[in-house]
């Protein structure tokens, strides 16, 4: 009786271990995964932390190194100022005004002339690279031609929008779109030229008109190339409006530069450079958002 006994309890035993075995590796493997996954997300809270501390004390650095060489007269303040004078200086616009004017008042000209010509240069752009890009005969004819357009040094061009247009944004914008177009219709050509030569053969196939195979397969494969552009053609828009208002305009950032340089005043003109640096990486912040949006079947970049 007794081994009878004995073997039914094994026979109890063994589906009780077996679903002991079964099921502890899964509970075990959720336990570590969910570890894993908090221990991850711990270091890359550390890893963020650590560049805010790594940039702010490269800034702290290299400001401190900067004040203190001007105040130990190992550089010269005259030329070079300070940290401490430029703060001053923007203080003092935003309490007072800039001799043009109010300071906003500068930064909102620069900015509509950026922003105007930003837009027509970088629409302009992607049609032209996009026509040029899906016709061959077009590309061939123009191609030369805007080679040599490209090849001229383009803020040389300010001087002539000046004497053409004037002092007024006429200059500025024209400027600025130059500046811009050649970037973003690079960029835009090239794009198209790179779409997936199979994705427009089987859309062919399957019937699309050319229109339908331009804006269903070729106009989203040459986005990324696109929106790339624009990062780097907003701050070109900037650099040809500022240069436009260095050669000759009635108010702007520009010509707060100028003005600056003409009265030897550093702590002026690396405050105006601040001000720009500001306005600059705001539109990138907006244009990286708007590219985040438009993509959003991208996958993250690691």
Not at 15 to 39: I, Y
Not at 93 to 113: A, C, F, H, I, Y
Not at 188 to 199: H, I, N, P
Not at 255 to 283: C, E, R
């Amino acid at each position: 009786m007794s081994e009878i006994h004995w073997n039914t309890g094994a026979e109890h035993s063994q589906p009780a271990a077996a679903d002991a075995a079964h099921h502890t590796p899964a509970a075990v493997s959720e336990a570590a995964l969910a570890q894993e996954s908090v221990a991850a997300q711990a270091a890359i809270k550390r890893r963020r932390l650590m560049i805010i501390g790594l940039r702010l004390a490269v800034l702290v650095l290299v400001l401190g190194g900067w004040e203190l060489s001007a105040r130990m007269k190992w550089i010269d303040p005259f030329f070079y100022s300070m940290p401490s004078m430029i703060w001053n200086q923007i203080v003092e616009w935003l309490r007072d005004g800039t001799s043009q004017g109010p300071l906003w008042q500068q930064v909102l000209v620069t900015l509509e002339e950026t922003v105007i010509g930003f837009l027509i240069g970088a629409v302009s752009g992607v049609i032209c690279g996009i026509v040029l890009g899906r016709n061959k005969l077009l590309s061939d004819v123009f191609s030369i031609y805007i080679q040599i357009a490209n090849s001229i040094p383009r803020v040389v061009l300010g001087s002539v929008f000046v004497i053409a247009l004037g002092l007024g944004m006429a200059s500025k914008v024209a400027l600025a779109v130059v500046m811009v177009f050649f970037v973003v219709f690079a960029n835009a050509f090239q794009g198209v030229r790179e779409a997936d030569k199979y994705l427009i053969a089987n859309a062919q196939i399957l019937g699309a008109s050319p229109r339908q195979v331009t804006m269903s397969v070729v106009i989203p494969s040459a986005m990324s190339w696109i929106l790339a552009s624009l990062h780097v053609s907003f701050g070109f828009a900037l650099v040809g409006a500022v240069v436009g208002e260095f050669l000759g305009a009635k108010e702007g950032i520009g010509l707060l530069i100028s003005t600056a340089q003409g009265a030897f005043n550093a702590s002026g003109v690396f405050a105006a450079m601040i001000v720009l640096a500001v306005v600059a990486l705001a539109a990138d912040f907006l244009l990286t958002r708007l590219e985040k949006r438009l993509l959003k079947w991208r996958p993250a970049a690691f």
